[in-house]
T-cell receptor, first 113, second 113 residues
Framework: EAQVTQNPRYLITVTGKKLTVTCSQNMNHEYMSWYRQDPGLGLRQIYYSMNVEVTDKGDVPEGYKVSRKEKRNFPLILESPSPNQTSLYFC????????????FGPGTRLTVL | AQSVAQPEDQVNVAEGNPLTVKCTYSVSGNPYLFWYVQYPNRGLQFLLKYITGDNLVKGSYGFEAEFNKSQTSFHLKKPSALVSDSALYFCAVRRYNTDKLIFGTGTRLQVFP
């Protein structure tokens, strides 16, 4: 089954404790991205990647890192989480063509205390 | 700058009645327009997209949307609403020569029996 998976689905952590949210897709998509969803703000793009070893900042990259060492994986790293990073996070992927549909993972709900 | 507006936070409709969820956009050049739906505790699911061609686009679950270039709108419609259509709906736009997908803030559709 074609899908985007994220782990963990739920995470409660404390300020300053490094964490990683994993994202994996099995569709051989070139393009992957991370979004955060906050009430009243919709989805905002954090980082995106056009292909292996190619990443770029989205609209709200501060406090986040990403890497793309393999085509299928695109982890999101919070080196020192803060309470304002409490949010619902979605990973997404699409094929290389810009007209293609973006497919989303199930989401990771992160709470930073 | 690219932007998407969903002017209604919530739309209420009785089951069996037609529904419309509004979306207007601002982008230079030709837009690619998308509608996604989010059910509780789920990721976003693709409904339909407009790339080029016919202004009326048909999508999943009986939904359709009409692209109106002069009004820069892409309203989502369904002739007869179902209770199961109750969800959060997002409109998104991508300028034709970019990779960034801009989302609206979302409209919650509530269909009453």
């Amino acid at each position: 089954e074609a899908q985007v998976t994220q782990n963990p689905r739920y995470l409660i952590t404390v300020t300053g404790k490094k964490l990683t949210v994993t994202c994996s897709q099995n569709m051989n998509h070139e393009y992957m991205s991370w979004y955060r969803q906050d009430p009243g703000l919709g989805l905002r793009q954090i980082y995106y990647s056009m292909n292996v070893e190619v990443t770029d900042k989205g609209d709200v990259p501060e406090g986040y890192k990403v890497s793309r060492k393999e085509k299928r994986n695109f982890p999101l790293i919070l080196e020192s989480p803060s309470p304002n990073q409490t949010s619902l996070y979605f990973c997404a992927s699409r094929a290389g063509v810009r007209t293609d549909t973006q497919y989303f993972g199930p989401g990771t709900r992160l709470t930073v205390l | 700058a690219q932007s998407v507006a969903q002017p209604e936070d919530q739309v209420n409709v009785a089951e069996g009645n037609p529904l419309t969820v509004k979306c207007t956009y601002s982008v230079s050049g030709n837009p690619y327009l998308f509608w996604y739906v989010q059910y509780p505790n789920r990721g976003l699911q693709f409904l339909l997209k407009y790339i080029t061609g016919d202004n009326l686009v048909k999508g999943s679950y009986g939904f359709e949307a009409e692209f109106n270039k002069s009004q820069t709108s892409f309203h989502l419609k369904k002739p007869s609403a179902l209770v199961s259509d109750s969800a959060l709906y997002f409109c998104a736009v991508r300028r034709y020569n970019t990779d960034k997908l801009i989302f609206g803030t979302g409209t919650r559709l509530q269909v009453f029996p």
